[in-house]
């Protein structure tokens, strides 16, 4: 967390940031306070109940409604928690102030390599929350989901009773161990399934027969015999014809040769009766059937509305 986390906010946060400060009488930013003053001990921690979070969240601006808090179980800052993203609890009571101020860090969700949050709340001695704060975006106002996940784990420390006992080794222990240690591995190092119900698995053993080739061939033709298409017959080549192309390409019909094709140089040479004879052979010898007339219809039809 930065020590001049202060100094970096524009001036009208500032002024917000201090308004907290004075409320609860302290004159330094906790994020300035000493390491050394922070302990880790659930029994300084005021008794703060559910009522107080919940009246806390839905009096102060921020994300948080009635509606939403109906199913508090829901909400990020409760899941936060429950999913050990809500790290160490360290409390100190500033001299000069009546508060017990709290603070945490909050990792974000799963990814592991983020900067985590850093809320702090100030619980008056019959905890209630009297100022909350925190360094995301949302925090500058008065609540966020990192500042419920707080709460709610101080909520769960006193409602299991951790804050009334001394900080021997079991409330410290689980105000410490509640973060879930979750280190990166490859996927195929993980263990996705308990031991033991690896081990129930084993136990139930499934007899594999191996098919025969007439069984196999069987299976095949009763596919083949579908109706419909098995795509797993495309990959055996017996079986496969189904899956062959069905459409078979049309050839243009014939058509009679261009009439440029008749011209021949000697004819420049002959009469006009010769002429005449040598067309009336030529158009004699042309013939076409009404495939053939249809297909040129087809395709010229067209060229009339053609600019080139
Ligand atoms: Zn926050």
Same mark, same amino acid.
């Given at each position: 967390?930065?020590?001049?986390?202060?100094?970096?906010?524009?001036?009208?946060?500032?002024?917000?940031?201090?308004?907290?400060?004075?409320?609860?009488?302290?004159?330094?930013?906790?994020?300035?306070?000493?390491?050394? #003053?922070? +302990?880790?001990? !659930?029994?300084?921690?005021? =008794?703060? @109940? %559910?009522?107080?979070?919940?009246?806390?969240?839905?009096?102060?601006?921020?994300?948080?409604?009635?509606?939403?808090?109906?199913?508090?179980?829901?909400?990020?800052?409760?899941?936060?928690?429950?999913?050990?993203?809500?790290?160490?609890?360290?409390?100190?009571?500033?001299?000069?102030?009546?508060?017990?101020?709290?603070?945490?860090?909050?990792?974000?969700?799963?990814?592991?390599?983020?900067?985590?949050?850093?809320?702090?709340?100030?619980?008056?001695?019959?905890?209630?929350?009297?100022?909350?704060?925190?360094?995301?975006?949302?925090?500058?106002?008065?609540?966020?989901?990192?500042?419920?996940?707080?709460?709610?784990?101080?909520?769960?420390?006193?409602?299991?009773?951790?804050?009334?006992?001394?900080?021997?080794?079991?409330?410290?222990?689980?105000?410490?161990?509640? #973060?879930? +240690?979750?280190? !990166?591995?490859?996927?195929? =190092?993980? @263990? %996705?399934?308990?031991?033991?119900?690896?081990?129930?698995?084993?136990?139930?053993?499934?007899?594999?027969?191996?098919?025969?080739?007439?069984?196999?061939?069987?299976?095949?033709?009763?596919?083949?015999?579908?109706?419909?298409?098995?795509?797993?017959?495309?990959?055996?080549?017996?079986?496969?014809?189904?899956?062959?192309?069905?459409?078979?390409?049309?050839?243009?019909?014939?058509?009679?040769?261009?009439?440029?094709?008749?011209?021949?140089?000697?004819?420049?040479?002959?009469?006009?009766?010769?002429?005449?004879?040598?067309?009336?052979?030529?158009?004699?010898?042309?013939?076409?059937?009404?495939?053939?007339?249809?297909?040129?219809?087809?395709?010229?039809?067209?060229?009339?509305?053609?600019?080139?």
């Amino acid at each position: 967390m930065a020590y001049n986390y202060f100094d970096k906010l524009d001036s009208v946060a500032q002024g917000r940031y201090s308004t907290k400060l004075v409320l609860i009488n302290s004159d330094e930013c906790p994020y300035k306070f000493p390491a050394g #003053v922070w +302990k880790n001990n !659930p029994s300084w921690w005021p =008794d703060l @109940q %559910f009522g107080d979070v919940y009246s806390y969240l839905i009096d102060s601006p921020g994300i948080f409604t009635r509606a939403s808090m109906k199913s508090y179980k829901s909400l990020d800052g409760h899941n936060y928690f429950k999913s050990g993203w809500v790290q160490t609890v360290y409390s100190y009571k500033p001299s000069t102030s009546a508060y017990t101020i709290l603070k945490v860090d909050v990792r974000p969700s799963q990814r592991l390599n983020e900067e985590p949050h850093h809320p702090w709340v100030a619980l008056s001695g019959d905890g209630s929350v009297a100022v909350a704060h925190c360094n995301c975006m949302a925090g500058l106002a008065e609540s966020c989901s990192h500042i419920a996940a707080l709460l709610f784990k101080v909520e769960a420390a006193v409602r299991l009773g951790y804050t009334t006992k001394l900080c021997t080794e079991l409330p410290c222990k689980w105000n410490a161990d509640f #973060v879930k +240690k979750v280190q !990166p591995a490859l996927v195929k =190092d993980i @263990q %996705f399934y308990k031991t033991s119900c690896v081990n129930k698995a084993k136990k139930v053993k499934v007899g594999h027969l191996s098919s025969t080739q007439q069984e196999q061939q069987t299976l095949l033709q009763t596919l083949h015999a579908c109706n419909s298409k098995p795509v797993v017959l495309s990959t055996f080549d017996n079986f496969s014809d189904k899956f062959h192309w069905q459409n078979t390409v049309t050839s243009d019909p014939i058509v009679p040769q261009c009439l440029r094709s008749l011209y021949k140089a000697e004819y420049a040479d002959f009469t006009k009766n010769d002429l005449t004879r040598k067309c009336s052979e030529i158009n004699d010898s042309y013939s076409m059937n009404k495939e053939t007339i249809k297909y040129i219809y087809d395709v010229t039809q067209k060229q009339s509305s053609s600019l080139t």
